[in-house]
T-cell receptor, first 110, second 110 residues
Framework: DGGITQSPKYLFRKEGQNVTLSCEQN?????MYWYRQDPGQGLRLIYY???????QKGDIAEGYSVSREKKESFPLTVTSAQKNPTAFYLC?????????FGEGSRLTVL | EDQVTQSPEALRLQEGESSSLNCSYT??????LFWYRQDPGKGPEFLFT???AGEEKEKERLKATLTKKESFLHITAPKPEDSATYLC???????????FGQGTELSVKP
């Protein structure tokens, strides 16, 4: 079935470590997005990419990095510079104004 | 600044008790208003897109309406399986970005 696959679903990290969250889509969508969700808050945009080899910072990009080497893949790296990384991370792709979301990755910093 | 505010933050209903969720917005050039449903620990699931004031869309017990300043999600005779967080988002004229509200957590008791 077509969709967006995020992995891992749960991830634990020690302070000072970088971690990479995977996002793969087989919907043939050009645009992909990473959002962060914290309890009681709306989704906040971290990075987005509208085409391969190009991406833009969202509202809360500090401490995060991305790459878009393939249309299907948009991995997010949470670096040690991110001061409060514990959150639920959502990847999405866009077609005709509609966002399609993955199932999310929950990152916990120990 | 583009902004989306949802109310109430939480809503508890008895099964069969109809009600409405509100989404107020300010946006520079509306490019669509979107409603999503999110179950705990899952990615948001698309419900509706509305593009112009006066537009209405329905799906089972849900009906979404749009004015120039707000949108309502009406729930008629809700069932316990309607319990979820409902997210509202707007697209602006800056291309490809959605601004999300903080969501309304709906609980329907049998």
């Amino acid at each position: 079935d077509g969709g967006i696959t995020q992995s891992p679903k749960y991830l634990f990290r020690k302070e000072g470590q970088n971690v990479t969250l995977s996002c793969e889509q087989n919907l043939n969508h050009d645009a992909m997005y990473w959002y962060r969700q914290d309890p009681g808050q709306g989704l906040r945009l971290i990075y987005y990419s509208q085409i391969v080899n190009d991406f833009q910072k969202g509202d809360i990009a500090e401490g995060y990095s991305v790459s878009r080497e393939k249309k299907e893949s948009f991995p997010l790296t949470v670096t040690s510079a991110q001061k409060n990384p514990t959150a639920f991370y959502l990847c999405a792709s866009l077609m005709l104004g509609e966002l399609f979301f993955g199932e999310g990755s929950r990152l916990t910093v120990l | 600044e583009d902004q989306v505010t949802q109310s109430p933050e939480a809503l508890r209903l008895q099964e069969g008790e109809s009600s409405s969720l509100n989404c107020s917005y300010t946006v520079s050039g509306l490019r669509g208003l979107f409603w999503y449903r999110q179950d705990p620990g899952k990615g948001p699931e698309f419900l509706f897109t509305l593009y112009s004031a006066g537009e209405e869309k329905e799906k089972e017990r849900l009906k979404a309406t749009l004015t120039k300043k707000e949108s309502f999600l009406h729930i008629t005779a809700p069932k316990p399986e309607d319990s979820a967080t409902y997210l509202c988002a707007v697209g602006n004229n800056q291309g490809g970005k959605l601004i999300f509200g903080q969501g309304t957590e709906l609980s329907v008791k049998p």
